[in-house]
T-cell receptor, first 115, second 117 residues
Framework: AQSVTQLDSQVPVFEEAPVELRCNYSSSVSVYLFWYVQYPNQGLQLLLKYLSGSTLVKGINGFEAEFNKSQTSFHLRKPSVHISDTAEYFCAVRAPYSSASKIIFGSGTRLSIRP | GAVVSQHPSWVICKSGTSVKIECRSLDFQATTMFWYRQFPKQSLMLMATSNEGSKATYEQGVEKDKFLINHASLTLSTLTVTSAHPEDSSFYIC?????????????FGDGTRLSIL
């Protein structure tokens, strides 16, 4: 079984400052890792994914994440945030065996950008 | 890119009525679709896995007679909330993955906000 922990429920950041949203996972098998963003009253949009290979993954909107197997982490980072990045961010894991495998979501981190 | 369409986006209805929500994969086939429920300021809770041509697999604690799922084609799954009551008010989101490609992420619909009066 897999689980995901997002350590911060809310992260306030000033505009143009860097940000890191933390995610740790637990699994007895290898996993695929994802970060999704949710804007108010909308579904989820994929930011980036880690399947295998390079541990540094670049996504959309200037976000990137680094897979660290020894620390079982997959933290999301952006060097300079904008007001438009205000949203809820979800880290998720899935077993790699099948597209029918369930996704397990973290509890989410609300990123609020201050001008 | 892969697009999942969910309809309606917002529905308000009286207590006791049944509400059907549609989830369509517009440009790909999806043998499997997923239905989630999200309470305000909380994460997504998986309700059930919808399998084309067979019965859905429900998560523990989800009433299958309350939340009827039908996946009659490779591009359409429906969730029917039967005899809805105010406690069923929530944000419902579906997702789908392309058939046969285990490397594909799930693609999400824009959600349906259900309000029961």
């Amino acid at each position: 079984a897999q689980s995901v922990t997002q350590l911060d429920s809310q992260v306030p950041v000033f505009e143009e400052a860097p940000v890191e949203l933390r995610c740790n996972y637990s699994s007895s098998v290898s996993v695929y890792l994802f970060w999704y963003v949710q804007y108010p009253n909308q579904g989820l949009q994929l930011l980036l994914k880690y399947l295998s290979g390079s541990t540094l993954v670049k996504g959309i909107n200037g976000f990137e994440a680094e897979f660290n197997k020894s620390q079982t982490s997959f933290h999301l980072r952006k060097p300079s945030v904008h007001i438009s990045d205000t949203a809820e961010y979800f880290c998720a894991v899935r077993a790699p065996y099948s597209s029918a495998s369930k996704i397990i979501f973290g509890s989410g981190t609300r990123l609020s950008i201050r001008p | 890119g892969a697009v999942v369409s969910q309809h309606p986006s917002w529905v308000i209805c009286k207590s006791g009525t049944s509400v059907k929500i549609e989830c369509r994969s517009l440009d790909f086939q999806a043998t499997t679709m997923f239905w989630y429920r999200q309470f305000p300021k909380q994460s997504l809770m998986l309700m059930a896995t919808s399998n084309e041509g067979s019965k859905a697999t429900y998560e523990q604690g989800v009433e299958k007679d309350k939340f009827l799922i039908n996946h009659a084609s490779l591009t359409l799954s429906t969730l029917t909330v039967t005899s809805a009551h105010p406690e069923d008010s929530s944000f419902y989101i579906c997702s789908a993955t392309k058939t046969g490609d285990s490397n594909q992420p799930q693609h999400f619909g824009d959600g349906t906000r259900l309000s029961i009066l």
